[in-house]
Antibody, heavy 120, light 110 residues
Framework: DVQLLESGGGLVQPGGSLRLSCEAS????????MSWVRQVPGKGLEWVAV????????YYADSVKGRFTISRDNSRNTQDLQMNSLRAEDTAVYYC?????????????WGQGTTVTVSS | QSVLTQSPSVSAAPGRRVTISCSGG????????VSWYQRLPGTAPQLLIY???RRPSGIPDRFSGSKSGTSATLAIAGLQTGDEADYYC???????????FGGGTKLTVL
């Protein structure tokens, strides 16, 4: 079965840091770009960041550029999102998602999501 | 403000056909593949349509996608109450170097 399992969410104070992880199984991990997508409660989906299959190419939404870093370890089939300088507006459910190929293609597998709450 | 524009809501009776539109521009929809996602309440998004008009295995042929110029459309035929969900379009934006989503359309099956 193709699966993505996120972990690392929680409650953090404004200005703090959190690292999300996504463990993949059931497919050739290194062949696919991987993204993080978030959803603020009551709002729409917002793409956050993507990393290419090799890990050499990354792109970020303007709202997180300079604060978040996406990375992957193809030897462990994992991808991470390091989130620094967190703000209240980063509060959301964060989903790990697999692209169908490169990062320009749609996302065909999604994790169940992990909740990040930024609050004092 | 989303780069891709969707109507906030649409409604129709069971058994009817509904269309959801997604409007963008030359840097996104016109020159890149469009995908559509369904988000049922309390669940993770699910890919409905990829590469403008292709369905993943397991998605009923009641769901179809099309693209023309800078707009894309999701059509759902034979509406069922279980189709009540939020629907999102998405594509890569070449100018922004970002994946962009529409604001989402809430489908109500009356």
């Amino acid at each position: 079965d193709v699966q993505l399992l996120e972990s690392g969410g929680g409650l953090v104070q404004p200005g703090g840091s959190l690292r999300l992880s996504c463990e993949a199984s059931g497919f050739m991990f290194s062949s696919y770009a991987m993204s993080w997508v978030r959803q603020v409660p009551g709002k729409g989906l917002e793409w956050v960041a993507v990393v290419s299959g090799t890990g050499l190419t990354t792109y970020y939404a303007d709202s997180v550029k300079g604060r978040f870093t996406i990375s992957r370890d193809n030897s462990r089939n994992t991808q991470d999102l390091q989130m620094n300088s967190l703000r209240a507006e980063d509060t959301a459910v964060y989903y790990c998602a697999k692209h169908r190929g490169g990062y320009v293609y749609g996302m065909d597998v999604w994790g169940q999501g992990t909740t990040v709450t930024v609050s004092s | 403000q989303s780069v891709l524009t969707q109507s906030p809501s649409v409604s129709a009776a069971p058994g009817r056909r509904v269309t959801i539109s997604c409007s963008g521009g030359s840097s996104n929809i016109e020159n890149n593949f469009v995908s559509w996602y369904q988000r049922l309440p309390g669940t993770a998004p699910q890919l409905l349509i990829y590469d403008n008009n292709r369905r993943p295995s397991g998605i009923p042929d009641r769901f179809s996608g099309s693209k023309s110029g800078t707009s894309a459309t999701l059509a759902i035929a034979g509406l069922q109450t279980g189709d009540e969900a939020d629907y999102y379009c998405a594509t890569w934006d070449t100018t922004l170097s970002e994946m962009v989503f529409g604001g989402g359309t809430k489908l109500t099956v009356l």
